[in-house]
């Protein structure tokens, strides 16, 4: 490194170097700097951090400065770009985690003024909010998540995006660390042993042939046969039962606490043919014939459309 000496009008010394960082990724061209120093060593110690910073930057002094006024406006901008990589189903759920635990906790503070240790005294709140929270009927106790560690890597990709538009030049998210989740005692599966289950499907044949009855003993019977879980079951068209070959095609799913079908389901496991017995294929095609009647109306196609619209079950967590 060629550092120069350079004596000023007014008899102090400075230290001057030329450095040259690199070619730009954006232009093509060659960029160099000038630091100036009242010593060799910072001299040089400035001329290295240059060069550090430039590729930080991704090699280019031409990108446009993006500023934002506190971390809720980088958090929206993240979120935008987040949105049309994912499902819908996952947009719900990280947008609830913003709205309830992040942006309450963060959105005011200028980015570049959240340090390490803020982030880690609001993980410990999260942490101890969900090892306290009552836990009743399976409902864990609202605004008391056990998820912080989700909310944690939620934060760690919004300043990760903030680096790479410049905003800040390091992520304080990434030394954080989650506090473990207590062990809770579980609430075991309910589940219909022999003798309920020969009950339950004794009440219901014996319901009164009505409309809603009839499509209800069709979804629970439907369900008992293919173990379907109620969601795959409500997003259901005819087009996905072979009535030939006895199968049904599980590839969609009915977005909870929503009228919307997601297209497909959330892992390529969930994606399946399910093979029914002919019992259940046959009150199939009968709850079909039921419907072709005009009792309810097959606009879309649906196999268990109610009253021209789905019906959505809110599921017990």
């Not at 289950?197 to 042939?209: E, I, P, T």
């Not at 087009?239 to 799913?253: C, E, G, L, P, R």
Request: contains cysteine; hydrophobic residues 35%.
């Amino acid at each position: 490194m060629n550092i120069k000496e350079v004596q000023k009008k007014d008899g102090t010394t400075v230290y001057k170097v030329n450095v040259y960082l690199g070619v730009d990724s954006l232009t093509g061209k060659q960029v160099r700097t000038t630091v100036t120093a009242k010593n060799r060593k910072t001299c040089e110690n400035k001329a290295h951090q240059a060069m550090n910073k430039f590729i930080k930057n991704g090699s280019t002094v031409a990108r446009e400065k993006v500023s934002f006024d506190n971390f809720n406006a980088l958090a929206t901008s993240w979120f935008d770009s987040y949105k049309l990589t994912v499902k819908a189903n996952t947009i719900r759920i990280n947008s609830n985690f913003l709205k309830n635990y992040i942006l309450p906790a963060l959105g005011n503070y200028k980015v570049e003024k959240i340090t390490t240790v803020l982030l880690q005294n609001i993980v410990n709140d999260w942490a101890r909010n969900a090892n306290t929270a009552e836990i009743v009927n399976g409902n864990r106790e609202k605004g008391k998540s056990k998820d912080y560690k989700l909310l944690l890597n939620i934060i760690k990709r919004i300043l990760d995006y903030g680096m790479q538009l410049g905003v800040i030049s390091d992520n304080p998210a990434i030394k954080v660390f989650s506090p473990k989740l207590k062990t809770r005692t579980v609430k075991k599966i309910k589940y219909f042993n022999n003798d309920e289950l020969k009950r339950f499907l004794d009440y219901l044949d014996s319901l009164q042939s009505t409309t809603a009855n009839i499509k209800s003993t069709t979804l629970y019977k439907l369900l008992l046969a293919t173990g379907l879980r109620i969601c795959e079951a409500l997003a259901l068209s005819w087009s996905d039962i072979d009535f030939v070959n006895n199968t049904v095609s599980v590839s969609k799913t009915l977005i909870q606490y929503s009228n919307e079908i997601q297209d497909s389901a959330k892992t390529k496991e969930s994606n399946r043919l399910v093979s029914v017995d002919s019992e259940t294929i046959s009150m199939l095609k009968e709850w079909r014939k039921h419907q072709n009647y005009g009792a309810i109306s097959l606009h879309d196609s649906l196999v268990f459309s109610y009253h021209q619209k789905m019906r959505t079950y809110e599921l017990e967590r």
